[in-house]
C-alpha cells in the first residue's frame, strides 16, 4: 500500500511568496496532521483534521498559515507571504481514529522549505 | 497536560554496544505509548508500540516496556548496528487522536 504522499519534497522561494504544500494521506485514514519540524523547536503539531475538518489550529504560528482538506484523500498547507524564518521541514501523517484501538500515525517523507 | 520527557542526545556509541533512550510521561488515565525512528532525509516511521501497562513492545531488536509505576517506556536494544543512526522520538497517545512527541535523541552508532 502506498503511504502519505507529499509534494514537493524540496522547495525553494524567496521570501514574500506564497508556497502551497501538499499531502495525499493513507486511503482508508480519516484523520491527518501538519506537523513543522527544525533543530531550535523539534516537532510542532500545526494543525489536524479529523474526517476533512478542522479540529485543532492552535499550534499554527500565524495567520500566514493556512490549511484546507477539501476532500479525504487531499490537504494543503499554504504560507503567505513567506518568510525566512518559516524554513522548516514539514511533516503530513495521517491514522485511522474512532475505531477504539490507538492507532499510531503514519508520516510522509516531508517537504524541505527553504525561504531566501 | 500530557506530555512526553525523554533523555537528550545526542548519544554516540560504538558498534554492539548495548542502548538506553529514556521516555518518562505524564498523562491521565492508559495512554498508549510509541518509539518512532526518523532517518536523515526521512519521515519518521513506527517502531513499535504498548497500549496497556506491562506490555513490552519490540520490533528490529528493539525493545520497550510500558511500566505504569514509573510512568517509564526507556527503548532499549541489545547490539546497535551502524545502520541504527539515526533520531529516536518517543511519543504518547491518550485519548482522541493527538500525539504528542518528545523532543527527539538522536544516536550515532561509530564502527
Known amino acids: 500500500d502506498a503511504g502519505v504522499i507529499q509534494s514537493p519534497r524540496h522547495e525553494v522561494t524567496e521570501m514574500g511568496q506564497e508556497v502551497t504544500l501538499r499531502c495525499k494521506p493513507i486511503?482508508?485514514?480519516?484523520?491527518l496532521f501538519w506537523y513543522r519540524q527544525t533543530m531550535m523547536r523539534g516537532l510542532e503539531l500545526l494543525i489536524y483534521f479529523n474526517n476533512n475538518v478542522p479540529i485543532d489550529d492552535s499550534g499554527m504560528p500565524e495567520d500566514r498559515f493556512s490549511a484546507k482538506m477539501p476532500n479525504a484523500s487531499f490537504s494543503t498547507l499554504k504560507i503567505q507571504p513567506s518568510e525566512p524564518r518559516d524554513s522548516a521541514v514539514y511533516f503530513c501523517?495521517?491514522?485511522?481514529?474512532?475505531?477504539?484501538?490507538?492507532?499510531?500515525?503514519?508520516f510522509g517523507d516531508g517537504t524541505r522549505l527553504s525561504i531566501l | 497536560g500530557d506530555s512526553v520527557t525523554q533523555m537528550e542526545g545526542p548519544v554516540t556509541l560504538s558498534e554492539e554496544a548495548f542502548l538506553t533512550i529514556n521516555c518518562t510521561y505524564t498523562a491521565t488515565g492508559y495512554p498508549s505509548l510509541f518509539w518512532y525512528v526518523q532517518y536523515p532525509g526521512e519521515g519518521l516511521q513506527l517502531l513499535l508500540k504498548?497500549?496497556?501497562?506491562?506490555d513490552k513492545g519490540s520490533n528490529k531488536g528493539f525493545e520497550a516496556t510500558y511500566r505504569k509505576e514509573t510512568t517509564s517506556f526507556h527503548l532499549e536494544k541489545g547490539s546497535v548496528q551502524v545502520s541504527d543512526s539515526a533520531v529516536y522520538f518517543c511519543?504518547?497517545?491518550?485519548?482522541?487522536?493527538?500525539?504528542?512527541f518528545g523532543t527527539g535523541t538522536s544516536l550515532t552508532v561509530i564502527p
Open positions: 511519543a504518547l497517545l491518550r485519548t482522541g487522536n493527538q500525539f504528542y
Open positions: 504498548a497500549t496497556k501497562a506491562d
Open positions: 501523517a495521517s491514522t485511522r481514529s474512532g475505531t477504539g484501538r490507538n492507532q499510531p500515525q503514519h
Open positions: 486511503s482508508g485514514h480519516n484523520s
